[in-house]
């Protein structure tokens, strides 16, 4: 059985999700936060982060390739085959180097660290740099949809909207991308989203 190592509050989030979309029975080994977190994971991610995921001897660390594992036993449509495989790693691979890293720095000098420590102008930065990808994103989605391969949804959406959750349930402004918007509400009204938001947001 799968095993999801971490905590819902986490990016294991994004596992979770995927693990609901695919249908497959899974478990929560909850690693949460604090001094303890190293010690608790390391066994399964060199990297001492969260999430980590086992499925019997395989274990792998990325939260966006464990989705990409899972979605491949369930397979298509949430694993779709030829050409539509690269087309699901191209939004994967551009949620994780284009999207998240501004996504990040909007989000902790936004939200995540205390007041007292953010930097408006890294929040700034941030914004612009998630808003130049949602453009990107809005111009995709007017020639093609509802999702980003087309008729079907696939780990794709999951991976990108999974990045975006962040600035979606934290106040970003997506008023000047509506498609993106109307895309990204869809995703996170899924069935298998709200299960998984369920165990995030209680
Ligand atoms: N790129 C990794 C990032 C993992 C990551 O940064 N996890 C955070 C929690 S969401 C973590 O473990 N932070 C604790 C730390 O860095 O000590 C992934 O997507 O899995």
Redesign the pocket.
């Given at each position: 059985m799968l095993k999801i190592h971490?905590i819902a509050r986490?990016?294991?989030f994004?596992c979770i999700w995927a693990a609901e979309e695919a249908g497959l029975p899974y478990e929560v080994i909850p690693v949460g936060?604090g001094p303890g977190?190293?010690d608790a994971?390391s066994a399964v991610n060199p990297?001492?982060?969260?999430?980590a995921m086992t499925d019997g001897d395989l274990v792998l660390?990325?939260?966006?390739a464990?989705n990409l594992h899972i979605a491949a036993k369930a397979g298509a449509p949430l694993m779709p085959a030829g050409d539509d495989a690269s087309r699901v790693l191209q939004w994967t691979f551009w949620a994780?180097t284009e999207v998240e890293p501004s996504a990040g720095m909007w989000a902790y000098n936004t939200y995540l660290k205390p007041a007292d420590q953010r930097d408006p102008a890294v929040a700034k930065a941030g914004a612009e740099g998630v808003a130049a990808r949602l453009a990107v994103l809005e111009g995709h989605l007017a020639k093609t949809g509802p999702w980003l391969l087309g008729a079907n949804y696939t780990i794709a959406d999951c991976n990108l909207a999974a990045v975006l959750y962040g600035a979606w349930s934290n106040g970003f402004d997506f008023g000047p991308f509506p498609k993106a918007k109307a895309w990204l509400d869809a995703c996170v009204s899924r069935p298998a989203a709200l299960a998984a938001r369920k165990q995030r947001e209680g």
């Amino acid at each position: 059985m799968l095993k999801i190592h971490g905590i819902a509050r986490s990016r294991a989030f994004r596992c979770i999700w995927a693990a609901e979309e695919a249908g497959l029975p899974y478990e929560v080994i909850p690693v949460g936060f604090g001094p303890g977190l190293k010690d608790a994971i390391s066994a399964v991610n060199p990297n001492g982060k969260i999430p980590a995921m086992t499925d019997g001897d395989l274990v792998l660390f990325e939260s966006l390739a464990i989705n990409l594992h899972i979605a491949a036993k369930a397979g298509a449509p949430l694993m779709p085959a030829g050409d539509d495989a690269s087309r699901v790693l191209q939004w994967t691979f551009w949620a994780a180097t284009e999207v998240e890293p501004s996504a990040g720095m909007w989000a902790y000098n936004t939200y995540l660290k205390p007041a007292d420590q953010r930097d408006p102008a890294v929040a700034k930065a941030g914004a612009e740099g998630v808003a130049a990808r949602l453009a990107v994103l809005e111009g995709h989605l007017a020639k093609t949809g509802p999702w980003l391969l087309g008729a079907n949804y696939t780990i794709a959406d999951c991976n990108l909207a999974a990045v975006l959750y962040g600035a979606w349930s934290n106040g970003f402004d997506f008023g000047p991308f509506p498609k993106a918007k109307a895309w990204l509400d869809a995703c996170v009204s899924r069935p298998a989203a709200l299960a998984a938001r369920k165990q995030r947001e209680g």
